[in-house]
């Protein structure tokens, strides 16, 4: 059957709810940047057969890039990327126990031939740019939103009051 074209093209996928409060800033950021998305908790664990279902019709519904958050025993990201060569981004979500380090090193060590593109502990902001990048280099408009983002972001921090001093200095 057909896959329906839902408009996404970032796809974001967790292990859990309770992964939402982390992974929607990355929902947020891409909706800054006016890149569709869709956001689901499907843990590689319980549900494999329905996340296999998710990975196998993304990239007929447009679905360019994956964004796999999960905690702890973090098989996600490297479970999506093991079923498709589309991009996948690994975000290690913070945990009680190992404070997120647990998660890291769980999505970064993944095997050779098969990568995960892994960003810092918490990093959600940062995958979806990473997400955009790479759309970005198919998208003329999307890369100037982009350069807006990047240029916005380095006039706020000369713009603030603690570096009035610098101003206008050599
Ligand atoms: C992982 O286990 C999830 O990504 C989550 O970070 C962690 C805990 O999940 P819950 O027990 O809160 O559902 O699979």
Known sequence: MAEQETGARVGIVCGSRSDFPVMEKAVEMLGRLEVPCELHAISAHRAPELLFRFIAGAEERGIRVFIGGAGGAAHL???IAAKTILPVIG?????????G?????SIVQMPRGVPVA???????ENAALLAAEILAISD??????????REAQTLAIEED??????????
């Open 118 to 124: 892994t960003v810092a502990i918490g990093g959600a």
């Open 161 to 170: 009051a603690s570096n009035a001093d610098l101003r206008g200095a050599p």
């Open 77 to 79: 990201p490297g479970v």
């Open 140 to 149: 003329p408009a999307l890369r100037a939103r982009l350069t807006a983002f």
């Open 101 to 105: 380090l647990d998660s890291l090193l």
């Open 91 to 99: 975000v290690p979500i913070p945990t009680q126990v190992g404070g």
